[in-house]
């Protein structure tokens, strides 16, 4: 079921994003000739007016067609079908029915970042945590103790961890504090740390300092004091839930531009890279994790579609805003030539990264 909800979920953010190109090119006029769902060659299609409605075998993605977004099909149209062509109008409703698309994807990640924090759904903070520990809204608590551990004697359930090592504790920074107290010698099962952790919790209302000696777990690869993490949610307001989640989609957008860099002329991120195979794979996962972690997942799949798709070239919405703003700053229009040899080189080294995940996802799965 969680594979099904998660190409459901996919499939939706497609749709949405061609519905959005789709509604203001009729908005403003355009003859939208096709709306597709997925590539060709085609499965399905039947048409109502003058829009043929279809669905594709190749699942990577979606289109809307609109008459004339080629120049030269100008001057082939009937009068009054050039009239509403593409490139036959001005700039800013080319402009315009190209954002709605990407635009319709932003709106999508902040509405559901905004509904994650704003219900304090503990699954979906900690799933923003894992991700960039400065959005960190959970205050982490312990549920259980480990009989025999480190921790047997310091802390109880129901404690709630405010600060390690002195600093305000997070999930990610309290798991960070034990580790970096590591055993005097070779890292064996059950060696106690040369060093001890510092907590202060929260308990019975009064704040308590409590030093505890980790110790390696050969078997989680890291050093542990033996409690099991619990959580209680800061309820945020609309307005703050709003703010925390422009924050998330600020850090997510400069962190992908960042990482297609990286990832250009570092071999190590190459190998990180996913295509739609691996994205299908942690969304699967994710899904199976909780509602929290599942919204939180469709939330940064939106945005990073919306930022890849407004990367400046074509065929990429970036490449048709690129391409209009040009015009309307030349006062004429870019040759045909110009916009295919300029869009080529990104849409080269788009296509390398896209190989390289495939390349990935394959070396994955076949262990």
Not at 14 to 31: N, P, Q, Y
Not at 190 to 199: D, F, K, M, Y
Request: aromatic share 8%; hydrophobic share 50%; with cysteine.
């Amino acid at each position: 079921m969680s594979w099904l909800l998660t190409l459901l979920g996919i499939i939706a953010l497609i749709v949405l994003h061609e519905l959005g190109h789709f509604t203001v090119a009729k908005a403003v006029g355009m003859r939208v000739e096709r709306f597709s769902l997925f590539f060709p060659p085609t499965l399905f299609r039947v048409r109502r007016g003058e829009t043929e409605y279809a669905i594709g075998a190749i699942p990577a993605g979606g289109y809307v067609k609109i008459t004339g977004m080629n120049p030269e099909e100008l001057n082939d149209l009937e009068p009054e079908v050039a009239r509403r062509a593409y490139y036959a109008q001005p700039p800013w409703k080319r402009i315009v029915v190209i954002l709605a698309g990407p635009g319709v994807n932003i709106v999508i990640a902040l509405v559901l970042f905004w509904a994650v924090l704003l219900t304090g759904n503990v699954n979906g903070e900690r799933a923003f945590e894992s991700i960039n520990p400065a959005v960190a809204t959970l205050t982490p608590t312990v549920n259980a103790v480990e009989r025999g551990a480190p921790a047997e004697r310091a802390l109880a359930p129901g404690d709630r961890i405010i600060a390690a090592e002195g600093r305000p504790a997070t999930f990610s920074s309290t798991t960070r504090a034990v580790n970096a107290h590591r055993c005097a010698g070779a890292l064996v099962e059950g060696c106690r740390a040369a060093t001890p952790v510092h907590l202060t919790v929260s308990r019975a209302g009064r704040h308590v300092n409590l030093t505890i000696y980790p110790r390696y777990s050969k078997h989680e690869r890291r050093m542990l004091i033996g409690f099991l993490f619990g959580a209680v949610p800061r309820h945020l307001g609309p307005l703050a839930a709003a703010s925390t989640a422009l924050n998330e989609m600020w850090h997510s957008t400069t962190h992908t531009l960042t990482g297609f860099v990286d990832a250009l002329t570092s071999s190590k991120v190459r190998h990180e890279v996913s295509s739609i195979v691996g994205i299908t794979q942690v969304g699967h996962e994710t899904v199976a994790a909780g509602t929290g972690y599942a919204l939180v997942f469709l939330g940064y799949l939106s945005l990073i579609l919306a930022v890849i798709n407004l990367f400046p070239f074509l065929p990429l919405d970036g490449g048709h805003i690129a391409w209009a703003l040009a015009e309307k700053v030349r006062g004429r229009r870019v040759s045909l030539m110009a916009m295919y040899r300029y869009s080529s080189v990104g849409i080269v080294l788009l296509l390398f990264l896209v190989i390289n995940g495939v390349s990935n996802d394959i070396n994955r799965l076949a262990g």
